[in-house]
């Protein structure tokens, strides 16, 4: 069992930064690829990043390419999402979520989710 915790969000303007973080429970955190997907408002859960176990590889959507950067700490147990030059669109909560499939961007394939985190990027 997994437990997520995500934190970092706010209200930012365009072009700002910000950095969030999910904190998770357990000894098997460095076994499990990490993955940070969106949703907003009347639309469906979207995918972003993703990390492998050793955080050698990662694995973006087009949308954020060269403007997120995920990575992660195993001792600490966390993985990061740097966001940076945000826009509007990138308005959404926040979900990190840890699965044992190699990277991928398919929600089902993740086993556990955290609570979300806002983010709101204002024009």
């Known amino acids: 069992q997994v437990q997520l915790v995500e934190s970092g969000g706010g209200l930012v303007q365009a072009g700002g930064s910000l950095r969030l973080s999910c904190a998770a429970s357990g000894r098997t955190f460095s076994s499990y690829v990490m993955g940070w997907f969106r949703q907003a408002p009347g639309k469906e859960r979207e995918f972003v990043a993703a990390i492998s176990w050793s955080g050698g590889s990662t694995y973006y959507a087009d949308s954020v390419k060269g403007r997120f950067t995920i990575s992660r700490d195993n001792a600490k147990n966390t993985v990061y999402l740097q966001m940076n030059s945000l826009k509007p669109e990138d308005t959404a909560v926040y979900y990190c979520?840890?699965?044992?499939?190699?990277?991928?961007?398919?929600?089902?394939?993740?086993?556990?989710w955290g609570q979300g985190t806002q983010v709101t990027v204002s024009s």
């Open positions: 979520a840890a699965g044992r499939v190699v990277l991928t961007r398919t929600p089902s394939n993740y086993d556990y």
